[in-house]
């Protein structure tokens, strides 16, 4: 047999031997894949039985005892309307019932969760779980029971510390840089749901920086690790065992799990509550403005970048803002030294800063870039706005759908203003361009396109230098403070 014919007669056996390896192979690496996805699903539960052991002990049910106040009405026989009103009255014995009644006053209880920040005895959870509460009881991972002391709740982040006396080795969370958290991560929530003490529910970070209007200052972070009715006060940790957030709220239509829940930051609740143990009150600072994100739309009118900044809306009158020169349309780029991205995180930067203390601030106004001085006050509990300016009849601005007036002397005054420096608007027709952009009649416009003017006819002249199609940027003043909004025609695109 010659050699060609041999390699003929051996080639199919050699290519069977070949599939016969391939296949080895193939289900070798399938093999191989299996044993390490098994592996790494091994480690992620290792990684959950780490966490929850280590946490377990730091985390406390809470439970409140609330008393009506109806115990201190009238006696029924006290109302006069009262059936058989006498007979009641005037036996002793009747009489006597209805006094021990009284005396047995209806309670309300509640449950909720927190966690051990402090060796000392001090615990964190939410405002809304020990708020209003005539007792609160801490029962600790071991069953140890304590009623707790000096209780300060911060109504404006729902964050509350409390402090419990006589217990011993204690063990505090450590707290993690809710910054650095991104969609994705793996989380824990740890809690008592329904009363159910030291429950682990798994989930990831769903989103970030969401505001439900649940609390004035809370940037939450959202998760789909189960949060039930029991959960809030309750740590939300990270695979390092470390708290980002405090778990506090959910979206449900059912009142139980539906997959949305939210977790205050610790970034946020840490400061807030060392204030609370410290001072057993928050000093936030402020500076009196109303601010906004850096949308497209608005990058486009102020020449920055979207998301770089934040957009000052509204200037308070006689603020540290006021006072430091801040306009309506300045971008805020820093503040100190450290970078703003958007409101939230500037409102952060600010609440923190020394009162009393003076801090640089870069702005972009015009396109160029400027550096003020504005020294921070104490936020206000509230913030009293006065009645709208009383405007005379005026010009009207057809295109707008606006009456406009020079600013008199009377109204000028008013408002803090020199005459010449702005347009009363006098009236504003409902549907119309104006009223769509938020101008209400009573408020001075100062200027257009960010050039002053001092007249109507000034006014129509800077007007006449923009496209409504484009939208043109108008700053308004009154007696609530500076602002300002974008003329635009419906319909326009960006």
């Known amino acids: 047999m010659n050699r060609s014919r041999w390699f003929s007669w051996l080639a199919p056996g050699f290519a069977s031997v070949a599939m016969v390896l391939a296949a080895i192979s193939w289900a070798d690496r399938q093999t191989a894949v299996a044993v390490?996805?098994?592996?790494?699903?091994?480690?992620?539960?290792?990684?959950?039985?780490?966490?929850?052991?280590?946490?377990?002990?730091?985390?406390?049910?809470?439970?409140?005892?609330?008393?009506?106040?109806?115990?201190?009405?009238?006696?029924?026989?006290?109302d006069e309307s009262l059936p058989f009103r006498d007979f009641f009255k005037n036996d002793p014995q009747m009489r006597e019932m209805f006094r021990q009644r009284r005396q047995v006053q209806p309670q309300q209880r509640g449950l909720g969760s927190g966690f051990v920040i402090d060796d000392s005895g001090l615990i964190v959870t939410n405002g809304h779980v020990v708020d209003g509460a005539d007792e609160v009881k801490i029962r600790l991972n071991d069953g140890r029971e304590f009623i707790a002391k000096d209780i300060h709740v911060d109504p404006r982040t729902d964050v509350a510390v409390l402090r419990i006396e006589g217990a011993s080795d204690l063990k505090p969370l450590r707290?993690?840089?809710?910054?650095?958290?991104?969609?994705?991560?793996?989380v824990l929530a740890v809690g008592s749901p329904f009363g159910l003490e030291t429950t682990v529910t798994a989930g990831i970070i769903s989103a970030k920086g969401r505001q439900q209007g649940i609390v004035d200052r809370a940037d939450f972070l959202q998760t789909d690790a189960a949060i039930n009715p029991g959960n809030s006060g309750g740590p939300l940790l990270n695979l390092d065992g470390e708290v980002i957030g405090i778990n506090t709220a959910i979206a449900s239509r059912s009142g139980g799990y539906d997959g949305i829940g939210f977790a205050i930051p610790v970034h946020?609740?840490?400061?807030?509550?060392?204030?609370?143990?410290?001072?057993?009150?928050?000093?936030?600072?402020?500076?009196?403005?109303?601010?906004?994100?850096?949308?497209?739309?608005?990058?486009?009118?102020?020449?920055?970048?979207?998301?770089?900044?934040?957009?000052?809306?509204?200037?308070?009158?006689?603020?540290p803002a006021a006072k430091a020169g801040?306009?309506?349309?300045?971008?805020?780029?820093?503040?100190?030294?450290?970078?703003?991205?958007?409101?939230a995180r500037l409102q952060d930067v600010v609440e923190k800063c020394d009162i009393g203390k003076a801090y640089p601030v870069q702005v972009i106004r015009g396109g160029k870039q400027q550096t003020l001085q504005v020294t921070i006050a104490e936020m206000p509990e509230t913030t009293t706005v006065l009645a709208k300016t009383e405007a005379p009849s005026g010009k009207e601005i057809d295109d707008l759908?606006?009456?406009?007036?020079?600013?008199?002397?009377?109204?000028?005054?008013?408002?803090?203003?020199?005459?010449?420096?702005?347009?009363?608007?006098?009236n504003v027709k409902p549907d119309s361009l104006a009223a769509a952009a938020g101008i209400e009649a009573g408020q001075v416009i100062e200027r257009v396109g960010g050039q002053p003017v001092g007249s109507v006819a000034q006014f129509q002249e800077e007007l006449?230098?923009?496209?409504?199609?484009?939208?043109?940027?108008?700053?308004?003043?009154?007696?609530?403070?500076?602002?300002?909004?974008?003329?635009?025609?419906?319909?326009?695109?960006n």
């Open 401 to 426: 759908g606006l009456e406009l007036s020079d600013l008199n002397a009377s109204t000028a005054k008013q408002l803090g203003l020199a005459e010449g420096s702005g347009v009363v608007v006098t």
């Open 36 to 78: 390490d996805g098994v592996a790494k699903a091994h480690d992620l539960s290792t990684a959950f039985r780490r966490v929850a052991a280590e946490a377990s002990p730091s985390i406390v049910a809470i439970e409140t005892l609330t008393r009506s106040k109806a115990a201190t009405n009238a006696l029924p026989f006290d």
């Open 175 to 186: 707290m993690g840089d809710s910054h650095a958290v991104q969609v994705g991560d793996w």
């Open 464 to 493: 006449a230098k923009h496209s409504l199609t484009d939208g043109v940027v108008v700053h308004l003043k009154d007696d609530a403070g500076k602002r300002f909004v974008i003329l635009r025609k419906a319909g326009a695109e």
């Open 326 to 343: 801040l306009e309506p349309g300045d971008v805020i780029l820093s503040l100190n030294g450290v970078a703003i991205d958007g409101p």
């Open 268 to 319: 946020i609740a840490s400061w807030v509550s060392q204030q609370l143990a410290e001072h057993g009150s928050v000093r936030r600072g402020y500076i009196g403005t109303a601010i906004s994100a850096v949308n497209a739309e608005l990058a486009g009118q102020f020449g920055v970048k979207t998301r770089q900044g934040a957009i000052v809306q509204r200037v308070m009158p006689n603020s």
